[in-house]
């Protein structure tokens, strides 16, 4: 069952602008996980924020967690044209370290 | 950095054929999965596995069977290939709590 979903569903902005994509889920989470996907490759983990934390940075990467709305936000800084790819929340329930997907929020940087 | 190796790229099997899909990590990892990706549909949890010998049931694991028989790999397989199991398949393994996943390249399977 998909928990997470992504907001906007695509993005487009220019190089050098602040990129938003916005996540929500429904039930009580462990961690919340970031991930970009490049066409047709697999995914890489870009960022880890625990349920007792409200952000996280990693270089351009600003990731901030609001537990009592269920919902998350990603902010890619300066953006650059490589940062063109799909972008996906995961939220990681109970112990087995199993992740639900949101559907992902295609992020498009014009040069 | 941690490594996870699908054996293919790209499939093309036929329908009713007996498909094997390969995995591979190299960081002594416990726990292993298994997404499918579809378009409009996200990644589904296919199948996961904990330790050798250990498997659970993801969200969608009708059609498809897993084996773990060492740590290091994680097979999946499609008993017998339909068209709507044509998809981008995700393998990922992940050490402890605090660490994301690790994925695979994809293997992208077309079944005619």
């Known amino acids: 069952s998909q928990q997470g979903e992504e907001d906007p569903q695509a993005l487009s902005i220019q190089e050098g602008e602040n990129a938003t994509m916005n996540c929500s889920y429904k039930t009580s989470i462990n961690n919340l996980q970031w991930y970009r996907q490049n066409s047709g490759r697999g995914l890489v983990h870009l960022i880890l924020?625990?349920?007792?934390?409200r952000e996280k940075h990693s270089g351009r990467l600003r990731v901030t967690l609001d537990t009592s709305k269920k919902s998350s936000s990603l902010l890619i800084t300066a953006s650059r044209a490589a940062d063109t790819a799909s972008y996906f929340c995961a939220t990681a329930h109970g112990n087995t370290g199993k992740l639900i997907f949101g559907q992902g929020t295609t992020l498009q940087v014009k040069p | 950095d941690v490594k996870v190796t699908q054996s293919s790229r790209y499939l093309v099997k036929r329908t009713g054929e007996k498909v094997f899909l390969e995995c591979v990590q190299d960081m002594d990892h416990e726990n292993m999965f298994w997404y499918r990706q579809d378009p409009g549909l996200g990644l589904r949890l296919i199948y996961f596995s904990y330790d050798v010998k250990m498997k659970e049931k993801g969200d969608i694991p009708e059609g498809y069977s897993v084996s773990r028989e060492k740590k290091e790999r994680f097979s999946l397989i499609l008993e017998s290939a339909s068209t709507n199991q044509t998809s981008m398949y995700l393998c990922a393994s992940k050490g402890g709590l605090r660490y994301g996943y690790t994925f695979g390249s994809g293997t992208r399977l077309t079944v005619v």
């Open positions: 924020i625990r349920s007792n934390e």
